[in-house]
């Protein structure tokens, strides 16, 4: 399901907020489950515009996490063979998923510019704000 225009600008600020707040989160975005279709739609985000709109379970690393319904951390992007490339300045990746009521509805991306930047706290923030956001979707 597609967030209403009302979550949309929740999730714009939450992506303002986190490109703000964390300098080596260098994009910040939300893909969600096209209607019925085994898809993701890009949803709000800052960053560098991709071209990366729409992307098939199962490609790239936010595909992987379409269907493996878990978090995936990419401390190196150049080690991974299904990879979708948005920016040549890309380094390093973290993908959470947002499951509501056991359903995989969507995820937040973090792109980085860094090598292997993303912590252990990051991935434990990250995961509850998921966890919050599937409360208000
Ligand atoms: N790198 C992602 C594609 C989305 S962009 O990072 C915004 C992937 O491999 O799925």
Redesign the pocket.
């Known amino acids: 399901e597609s967030p209403t225009h009302n979550t949309e600008a929740k999730l714009q600020k939450i992506c303002q907020l986190l490109d703000q707040e964390i300098s080596y989160f260098n994009?910040t975005?939300f893909?969600f489950k096209n209607g019925d279709k085994e898809e993701l739609i890009?949803g709000p985000?800052v960053?560098a515009e991709?071209d990366?709109t729409i992307?098939p379970f199962g490609?790239?690393?936010?595909?992987?996490v379409a269907v493996s319904n878990e978090t995936f951390v990419v401390p190196d992007?150049h080690d991974?063979d299904?990879?979708?490339?948005?920016?040549i300045d890309?380094k390093a990746?973290i993908?959470v998923p947002i499951i509501k009521n056991g359903e995989n509805i969507g995820q937040i991306?973090i792109?980085s510019h860094s090598l292997d930047p993303f912590t252990a706290e990051d991935r434990e923030m990250l995961e509850w704000l998921c966890d919050e956001i599937a409360k208000i979707i």
């Open positions: 994009w975005g893909y890009l985000y960053g991709t990366h992307i490609k790239g690393i936010c595909g992987q992007v991974q299904n990879y979708l490339s948005c920016s890309t990746e993908v991306d792109d």
